[in-house]
């Protein structure tokens, strides 16, 4: 049974970081593309950060270059996202993704269930 588990979200003031994990189960983490995705109150979901299979590529969605930073341990089955900076904007839940690149989960989409992000005074 394929899981995604995220944790590390919670309430943090304007200029405070937070790390978010996480914890990949029921397939071969390595065989995966991961990315974090937000959704804030009345918005779409946003692809935030990705990361290739083995952490050699990244890619950050404007807003978030210079401030957050996302890489993975393929040894312990997991994605990170640290998170500096923060700001109001950035409040919302984050979803961890897992894409399949090679067989056999080539194509597969994966979903975690959340973690909430709250950014305020």
């Known amino acids: 049974q394929v899981q995604l588990v995220e944790s590390g979200g919670g309430l943090v003031q304007p200029g405070g970081s937070l790390r978010l994990s996480c914890v990949a189960s029921?397939?071969?983490?390595?065989?995966?593309?991961m990315s974090w995705y937000r959704q804030a109150p009345g918005k779409e979901r946003e692809s935030v950060a990705g990361?290739?299979?083995?952490?050699?590529?990244?890619n950050y969605v404007d807003s978030v270059k210079g401030r957050f930073t996302i890489s993975r341990d393929n040894a312990k089955n997991t994605v990170y996202l640290q998170m500096n900076s923060l700001k109001p904007e950035d409040t919302a839940v984050y979803y961890c993704?897992?894409?399949?690149?090679?067989?056999?989960?080539?194509?597969?989409?994966?979903w975690g269930k959340g973690t909430l992000v709250t950014v305020s005074s």
């Open positions: 990361i290739d299979r083995f952490g050699g590529t990244t």
């Open positions: 993704n897992a894409r399949g690149a090679i067989f056999p989960i080539y194509g597969a989409n994966y």
């Open positions: 029921g397939f071969t983490f390595s065989g995966a593309a």
